[in-house]
Structure formats: C-alpha cells, structure tokens
C-alpha cells in the first residue's frame, strides 16, 4: 500500500516534506508538553513551598494571616520565576547569535 503516491518520483517528492512536516509537529509537541511539565512543576513546589511556610498546622479554616502569608508567598514566587526566565531566554537568545 502506497503512502504518498503511487509513481516513485512523487513519492520521493512527498516524503521529505511530509517528513519535515512531521518531523516540525513532533517538536512543537515536545515543546508544549515540556511547557506544561515545567508549569506544573511550578505550581507543586509553589503550592508545597508556600503552605509548609504559611501553614503551620491545619485546621478546619485557613486564617486570614495565613490568607495573607500564602498570598505574598505566591507572588513572591511568580516574580522571581519571571526574573528568572526573562533572563534565561535572554541568555538563550544571546548564545543563538
């Protein structure tokens, strides 16, 4: 059964740039899905980080000091991983060159 065609010079024509097509998709895959691993990564150690500082011991409800505490926590954490991946792409864009 044929996959791109039936003569041989179409066939050969077609699979490099269906290839290439592929071969495209699968990194843009990979792409999105290590973005998405690395987010989660983000919001555990954020979630767990920040509810060992602010939450001591639990209770049936969340105080409005730890409310607070988990709150800064949280933004403390998003600011410095922005600082950090402007820089990181920074530097990556500055060793492509």
Same mark, same amino acid.
């Given at each position: 059964?044929?996959?791109?065609?039936?003569?041989?010079? $179409?066939?050969?024509?077609?699979? =490099?740039?269906?290839?290439?097509? !592929?071969?495209?998709?699968?990194?843009?895959q990979?792409?999105?899905?290590l973005?998405v $691993?690395? $987010?989660?990564?983000l919001v555990?150690?954020i979630t767990?980080?920040c509810?060992?500082?602010?939450?001591?011991? =639990?209770?049936d409800?969340i105080?409005?000091?730890?409310?607070?505490?988990?709150?800064q926590?949280?933004?403390? &954490?998003?600011?410095?991983?922005?600082? !950090?991946?402007? $820089? &990181?792409?920074?530097? !990556?864009?500055?060793?492509?060159?």
């Open positions: 059964m044929a996959l791109f065609g039936s003569s041989s010079a $179409a066939s050969s024509a077609a699979v =490099p740039t269906s290839a290439e097509q !592929i071969k495209k998709q699968l990194k843009e990979i792409s999105l899905e973005a $691993a690395n $987010a989660t990564e555990n150690k767990q980080n509810f060992d500082k602010c939450i001591q011991e =639990p209770q409800q105080t409005s000091q730890q409310s607070t505490c988990t709150s926590c949280l933004e403390k &954490y998003m600011r410095s991983w922005n600082v !950090i991946s402007k $820089a &990181y792409i920074a530097r !990556i864009q500055q060793e492509k060159q």
